[in-house]
């Protein structure tokens, strides 16, 4: 089975601090994802990435950027935290750029006080 | 632009009966895939079932099925024979096969499943 693994559960950080979510998949996926989830507003895609040190920004990046050094690790970075910053972050992994399939982590509710 | 509405907020299930979540559209791309997640409380999204806009047939999963009408742009969900363990929150979702090839979800819809 595909496994994808996020550094945390729960985090709680303080505004203007540096946030850094890690995600790691074991299967060896091409694609990687960050979205944020937010009650009524579903899925939002922040960042993904195709391959190893390649980055794409996805709809809502402003405030963040990502790394991806190694294949089976992304992550995400909140460079300056800010509250509405606060939300549930999730993310994925896929075969290549042309698989629908999403293989998705726990998720990291991150809050900013 | 591209756009996933999904109009009800929460529903409500007999345990057993067939339920129906609702999704549709919006895209230009000619090619395109629609799919439903699953997200229990635990918050992990589970894929579910899969519709290919040339697909001629509507996909089935098991208890899933993806009731596909193109020219309505529609992509509801059909649950049959619901299970307590249905109760979940459910997300449209479509990737054209063009473009960026960026993955669009709806708001979702949570499914509460009575015993």
């Known amino acids: 089975d595909v496994k994808v693994t996020q550094s945390s559960r729960y985090l709680v950080k303080r505004t203007g601090e540096k946030v850094f979510l890690e995600c790691v998949q074991d299967?060896?996926?091409?694609?990687m994802f960050w979205y944020r989830q937010d009650p009524g507003l579903g899925l939002r895609l922040i960042y993904f990435?195709?391959?190893?040190?390649?980055?794409e920004k996805g709809d809502i990046p402003e405030g963040y950027s990502v790394s991806r050094e190694k294949k089976e690790r992304f992550s995400l970075i909140l460079e300056s935290a800010s509250t509405n910053q606060t939300s549930m972050y999730l993310c994925?992994?896929?075969?290549?750029?042309?698989?629908?399939?999403?293989?998705f982590g726990p998720g990291t509710r991150l809050t900013v006080t | 632009a591209q756009k996933i509405t999904q109009t009800q907020p929460g529903m409500f299930v007999q345990e057993k009966e067939a339920v129906t979540l609702d999704c549709t559209y919006d895209?230009?791309?000619?090619?395109?895939?629609l799919f439903w997640y699953k997200q229990p409380s635990s918050g992990e999204m589970i894929f579910l079932i899969y519709?290919?806009?040339?697909?001629?047939q509507n996909a089935t999963e098991g208890r899933y099925s993806l009731n596909f009408q193109k020219a309505r742009k529609s992509a509801n969900l059909v649950i049959s024979a619901s299970q307590l363990g249905d109760s979940a929150m459910y997300f449209c979702a479509m990737r054209p096969n063009t473009g960026g090839f960026k993955t669009i979800f709806g708001a979702g819809t949570r499914l509460f499943v009575k015993a």
């Open positions: 299967m060896d996926h091409e694609n």
């Open positions: 519709q290919g806009s040339y697909d001629q």
């Open positions: 895209t230009s791309d000619p090619s395109y895939g």
């Open positions: 990435s195709y391959d190893v040190k390649m980055k």
């Open positions: 994925a992994s896929s075969v290549d750029r042309y698989s629908y399939e999403q293989y």
